[in-house]
């Protein structure tokens, strides 16, 4: 700002001729300059207030902007996490086919101790062994008085567990949220589930990981935030499960068997309505894993895709399928089963040392005959024999979505000779799972096509390759139906829902070589409604006796198809089957004039 001079003199000169009070101008210029200084000290005021108000209207508004965003925001407990390394606890649902739980988190806590603010060590001790009685007494006085920093008490605490130790009242003594993973049907499904555990963890939370089963088979999948905690959907039915589970624990009891599976599947989508093995466990207390003794022994081993078998005659039908469809033979072809029969310098008998003469080729399924399919199998030759089982997938394991069936890869003939065809065409030489069973049944219930199990609700059939025509399975399907009205399986007869199906009986291996002769791996491989099969159900008894009469009894027919048969009858009605009318075979009708 330029500052006038409060006298000039050119004005002092001019007032001064004129006779004015020179005076009087410098008084009129303080005042105008006074006026200039306060007129500029009230704009910078102005402008600082503005300012201010500006500042504050921001604040307010981004203040209230996220009031706005918490109050329409989804309530959430907060998660704390360790400094580069972030825990999230969230894990998808599990559902059944018709979406009923079979596994969720639960929120729940665990007990830890800071032994360096505890008031009384020995008295929290004493008291927690109290609510904790599997707690180590004398351990936790050595950790709380020694030079322990922190240590953890217990991983998973119940409410009523976590009041009693707030009444222990010591500040030593605190509490970590926890997402636990909870099964609330018990044992239900338990090998298909396979259970979780915490992976890292930390004061705040702790992260839930699968260890078997599913749970583990789509472990990443489940715990991806990017799937917005959609529940993964399984092929099971729970209802059919659980009805599955008590006819075949039952079944086991009354035939003293030492273990067993049972596997129902849809014969057109390969979906696993339900697959059960025995012993079984419960999830939500997963025990260890044994360390000693035989693996097939303890609860976790999963008979259905981890026990592989010697399965016996129920290879019978893939034998007679095969040279039916290469056109080698129809259902009515004559065969002379008579002995004696040698391959490779080994003699082949019959069970009992029967003798059956010449049978037709439906008849050697009814009777089942080794010699029958022996022969049969020496026509088809072991080149073609191996490519018609690799491509009903008996050669690999399976792709059933859990982790345990990586492992039950068959165990094939180490060279397949002359004598291997015949030994494998009835079930012996060559040791599958009752997966792979089942899947093989399928492709006959379906018309020829291949199918591959799964786990996952299918919304539409997925047929894989043709393996054999629709003629040789239609044909098979007959010769399945003859055994159980008039061959091994009459046990298997369901009124209103006609079973097909093969029993088999192999000796049980010894695991220094050779076989045990009283035991043995009972099998009953079943499809039905038969007329037109929509499922396929494998049951296996492992080691079964059935006593009611004078002679302790192992075969299939005996023990295996009668637990089959009451599986039927419990979970059809459960799969909307109807009971019906078995079709009659068509006849010639002449129709005749009474003129």
């Not at 659980?242 to 079944?251: N, Y």
């Not at 786990?455 to 098979?476: D, F, N, P, W, Y």
């Not at 059809?572 to 079709?583: F, K, S, Y």
């Amino acid at each position: 700002m330029i500052r006038t001079p409060l006298r000039p003199l050119a004005r002092i000169l001019e007032a001064r001729e004129k006779g004015e009070n020179p005076d009087a101008i410098e008084r009129e210029n303080k005042r105008i300059r006074h006026e200039q200084m306060r007129d500029q000290a009230r704009q910078r005021a102005e402008g600082r207030l503005l300012v201010l108000g500006v500042c504050f209207f921001c604040a307010f508004a981004v203040v209230g902007a996220r009031m706005g965003m918490l109050a329409t925001s989804e309530p959430m407990e907060p998660r704390a996490h360790a400094p580069g390394a972030v825990i999230s606890a969230s894990r998808a649902d599990i559902v059944d086919r018709h979406g009923n739980l079979l596994a969720t988190n639960l929120e729940t806590h665990a007990l830890y101790a800071q032994p360096r603010h505890m008031v009384d060590p020995v008295a929290a001790a004493q008291k927690l062994v109290k609510v904790f009685p599997d707690l180590d007494e004398k351990r936790l006085i050595k950790d709380f008085t020694g030079k322990r920093k922190f240590l953890w008490i217990k991983k998973k605490i119940s409410p009523e567990q976590m009041q009693a130790v707030h009444d222990i009242g010591d500040p030593g003594l605190l509490f970590a949220p926890r997402d636990m993973r909870l099964y609330p049907n018990g044992k239900l499904a338990a090998h298909v589930l396979g259970g979780a555990s915490f992976g890292k963890e930390g004061v705040h939370a702790a992260e839930v990981i699968g260890v078997a089963g599913v749970e583990k088979y789509f472990d990443e999948m489940l715990r991806d935030p990017a799937n917005a905690g959609k529940p993964l959907e399984l092929s099971l039915d729970l209802t059919v499960q659980a009805a599955a589970e008590r006819v075949l624990q039952g079944g086991m009891g009354l035939m003293n068997a030492k273990g067993a599976t049972s596997v129902l599947m849809d014969a057109h989508t390969g979906e696993v309505v339900s697959v059960v093995s025995l012993p079984s466990f419960d999830p939500n207390d997963r025990p260890r894993p044994a360390t000693r003794g035989d693996a097939s022994d303890s609860p976790l081993f999963n008979r259905s895709v981890q026990g592989v078998y010697e399965l016996g005659s129920v290879f019978k039908i893939f034998t007679a399928a095969q040279a039916l469809d290469l056109g080698l033979a129809h259902a009515e072809t004559v065969i002379d089963t008579k002995g004696p029969m040698k391959v490779g310098g080994f003699r082949i008998g019959e069970f009992r040392n029967k003798n059956y003469g010449k049978l037709s080729v439906a008849d050697i399924i009814v009777k089942s005959s080794n010699r029958g399919t022996g022969r049969l199998a020496l026509e088809i030759g072991a080149e073609r024999q191996q490519e018609f089982l690799k491509s009903l997938g008996f050669f690999d394991a399976t792709g059933f979505e859990i982790v345990e069936a990586a492992g039950g890869k068959p165990l094939l003939p180490k060279k397949w000779t002359e004598l291997s065809s015949v030994t494998v065409s009835y079930g012996h030489g060559l040791s599958t799972s009752p997966m792979h069973l089942a899947a093989g049944y399928a492709a006959i219930a379906n018309g020829g096509f291949r199918v591959a199990p799964t786990l996952l609700k299918q919304e539409r059939t997925q047929r894989g390759e043709r393996v054999m025509s629709a003629e040789a399975a239609q044909a098979a399907r007959e010769m399945l139906r003859k055994v159980v009205t008039s061959g091994t399986a009459s046990f298997a007869e369901v009124p209103g829902y006609q079973i097909g199906g093969k029993t088999g009986t192999a000796d049980k291996p010894r695991p220094q070589g050779g076989y045990y002769e009283d035991k043995v791996i009972a099998t009953f491989a079943a499809i039905f409604p038969a007329h037109a099969p929509r499922y396929v159900l494998i049951v296996t008894l492992d080691e079964p006796v059935e006593s009611s009469g004078d002679k302790p009894r192992r075969t299939a027919g005996w023990t295996a198809v009668p637990v089959a048969a009451e599986m039927v009858r419990r979970v059809a009605p459960l799969l909307g089957l109807r009971p019906t009318v078995e079709p009659a075979n068509e006849a010639v009708v002449t129709l005749t004039s009474s003129n």
